[in-house]
């Protein structure tokens, strides 16, 4: 799958350092020859001696040790490349190359690169979280870097969270889709956020306002983006169903979370989804402890939330924004009601008092409306081909309707 591949791999210093020793392993058997730079911190880990033993061919480590003397290395491993990986990408290199700091064999010949370069980060979750390693990333976002983004689970450090590299299996399947010159799917390489379920926004600790949304439409609008080729990141409120493969998974509770939440994928994205019924009220005040029944009725205050919709539409840049409204009556006029006020560039709209679809159905009745003026009104059927059938469209037509 990988022949004729040329991959440079930028190894900086994490513990993460042995799972790219099995990445190198795992794109060297699908063909594809692997060149290896390190920092000195990632030889803390790791002897150069295994990635060499894995990729057969010699190990960078110094700036300054030229092994050619026809050629500068940095520079000839830069142009040699036809993808250069970071991984695992510490906070340190991410907050170097996001300001041009060029004082290493990686970080230098990652400025002089022309070639794609992907970032595959690995740390502590609480720095992974840190205000400026985000903005860090959303920067290189912005400049064309490529994330790929860390799993959750269990970090060396002893925290559970997000942190963990990327499994090498998924980043070389990541890495062939790049490659694949026959590869059709309309969103390969895309990035799309997807969310999906209710909202649940808490009253006190045994209480709480939500809605019946049991997430199988999202669910299914995140199979269907990633059949479809995209990288896939889905937002879910609480729900009972189980994840689709191949999807990265993010679990939040409230409208508050799920803004949070979106809003720290957006910049590198290039669509969104919505499909969650978000709450559009919360209790004005979440009672720490369990509401006494007292006589008589009891009226309880609700503030606003966030709509996170408006608020993807006012900061859009290059995303194509998929909403999806939920109507009882005139939809479709209330559907482009949204459209237009949001800033969508499609929505969903789906009447849920109809028979055929709405929340919890497996099967949903719905009319597609995209600012360019398409309307078109699908008969009831599966969500999960439904889904299909509405990301196909929006991906032959989505740069034409931005
Ligand atoms: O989950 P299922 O059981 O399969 O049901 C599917 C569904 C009916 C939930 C789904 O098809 C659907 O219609 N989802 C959107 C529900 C909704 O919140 O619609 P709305 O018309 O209230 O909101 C319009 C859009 O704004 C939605 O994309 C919503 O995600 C978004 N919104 C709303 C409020 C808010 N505070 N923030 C938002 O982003």
Same mark, same amino acid.
């Not at 099995?22 to 060297?28: F, N, P, R």
């Given at each position: 799958?990988?022949?004729?591949?040329?991959?440079?791999?930028?190894?900086?210093?994490?513990?993460?350092?042995?799972?790219?020793?099995?990445?190198?392993?795992?794109?060297?058997?699908?063909?594809?020859?692997?060149?290896?730079?390190?920092?000195?911190?990632?030889? !803390? *880990?790791?002897?150069?001696?295994?990635?060499?033993?894995?990729?057969?061919?010699?190990?960078?480590?110094?700036?300054?040790? &030229?092994?050619?003397?026809?050629?500068?290395?940095?520079?000839?491993?830069?142009?040699?490349?036809?993808?250069?990986?970071? /991984?695992?990408?510490?906070?340190?290199?991410?907050?170097?190359?996001?300001?041009?700091?060029?004082?290493?064999?990686?970080?230098?010949?990652?400025?002089?690169?022309?070639?794609?370069?992907?970032?595959?980060? +690995?740390?502590?979750?609480?720095?992974? &979280?840190?205000?400026?390693?985000?903005?860090?990333?959303?920067?290189?976002?912005?400049?064309?870097?490529?994330?790929?983004?860390?799993?959750?689970?269990?970090?060396?450090?002893?925290?559970?969270?997000?942190?963990?590299?990327?499994?090498?299996?998924?980043?070389?399947?990541?890495?062939?889709?790049?490659?694949?010159?026959?590869?059709?799917?309309?969103?390969?390489?895309?990035?799309?956020?997807?969310?999906?379920?209710p909202t649940l926004e808490?009253?006190?600790?045994?209480?709480?306002i939500s809605n019946?949304s049991?997430?199988?439409?999202?669910?299914?609008?995140?199979? +269907?983006?990633?059949?479809?080729?995209?990288?896939?990141?889905?937002?879910?409120?609480?729900? +009972?169903?189980?994840?689709?493969?191949?999807?990265?998974?993010?679990?939040?509770?409230s409208a508050a979370?799920m803004l949070?939440?979106?809003?720290?994928?957006?910049?590198?994205?290039?669509?969104?989804?919505k499909?969650a019924a978000v709450a559009d009220y919360r209790p004005?005040?979440?009672?720490?402890?369990?509401?006494?029944?007292? !006589?008589?009725?009891?009226?309880? =205050?609700l503030e606003r939330t966030t709509d996170i919709l408006k608020t993807?539409?006012?900061?859009?840049?290059?995303?194509?924004?998929?909403? *999806?409204a939920a =109507?009882?009556?005139?939809?479709? /006029?209330?559907?482009?009601?949204k459209?237009?006020?949001k800033?969508?560039?499609?929505?969903?709209?789906?009447?849920?008092?109809?028979?055929?679809?709405?929340?919890?159905?497996?099967?949903?009745?719905?009319?597609?409306?995209?600012?360019?003026?398409?309307?078109?009104?699908?008969?009831?059927?599966?969500?999960?081909?439904?889904?299909?059938?509405?990301?196909?469209?929006?991906?032959?037509?989505?740069?034409?309707?931005?």
């Amino acid at each position: 799958m990988l022949a004729n591949k040329k991959i440079l791999l930028c190894v900086t210093g994490g513990i993460a350092v042995y799972k790219a020793v099995a990445l190198v392993s795992k794109l060297s058997q699908a063909g594809a020859d692997v060149k290896v730079v390190m920092t000195e911190s990632a030889r !803390e *880990f790791v002897q150069p001696l295994s990635f060499q033993v894995m990729s057969h061919n010699d190990v960078y480590t110094d700036t300054f040790d &030229e092994k050619d003397s026809a050629v500068i290395a940095h520079i000839d491993l830069a142009d040699w490349a036809d993808l250069i990986i970071v /991984a695992p990408a510490t906070a340190n290199v991410i907050g170097k190359l996001a300001n041009g700091i060029a004082d290493d064999m990686v970080t230098t010949l990652l400025l002089a690169a022309t070639s794609p370069v992907w970032i595959a980060p +690995a740390m502590n979750v609480h720095m992974y &979280e840190h205000p400026a390693v985000l903005r860090n990333i959303d920067r290189l976002s912005r400049d064309g870097y490529r994330f790929i983004e860390p799993s959750e689970g269990f970090l060396a450090c002893g925290y559970v969270g997000k942190g963990r590299l990327e499994e090498p299996e998924r980043i070389t399947e990541l890495v062939g889709r790049f490659f694949g010159q026959h590869d059709d799917r309309p969103l390969l390489g895309k990035k799309v956020i997807v969310t999906a379920g209710p909202t649940l926004e808490r009253i006190d600790p045994v209480r709480y306002i939500s809605n019946f949304s049991s997430g199988k439409m999202g669910y299914a609008m995140a199979e +269907a983006a990633a059949a479809l080729g995209a990288d896939v990141v889905l937002i879910s409120g609480p729900v +009972a169903i189980d994840p689709p493969a191949g999807v990265h998974i993010e679990h939040v509770e409230s409208a508050a979370q799920m803004l949070d939440a979106v809003l720290a994928h957006y910049g590198s994205a290039d669509y969104v989804v919505k499909s969650a019924a978000v709450a559009d009220y919360r209790p004005k005040a979440a009672h720490p402890h369990k509401m006494k029944k007292k !006589e008589g009725d009891s009226v309880l =205050e609700l503030e606003r939330t966030t709509d996170i919709l408006k608020t993807l539409g006012e900061q859009k840049t290059h995303q194509c924004l998929i909403g *999806f409204a939920a =109507e009882t009556n005139d939809a479709v /006029a209330y559907g482009k009601g949204k459209l237009q006020s949001k800033n969508l560039d499609w929505i969903v709209v789906n009447d849920v008092t109809d028979p055929g679809g709405g929340f919890g159905s497996d099967s949903n009745v719905v009319t597609l409306i995209g600012k360019d003026g398409t309307e078109r009104t699908f008969p009831a059927m599966e969500k999960k081909r439904l889904a299909g059938e509405l990301l196909a469209l929006i991906a032959a037509k989505g740069s034409d309707a931005q």
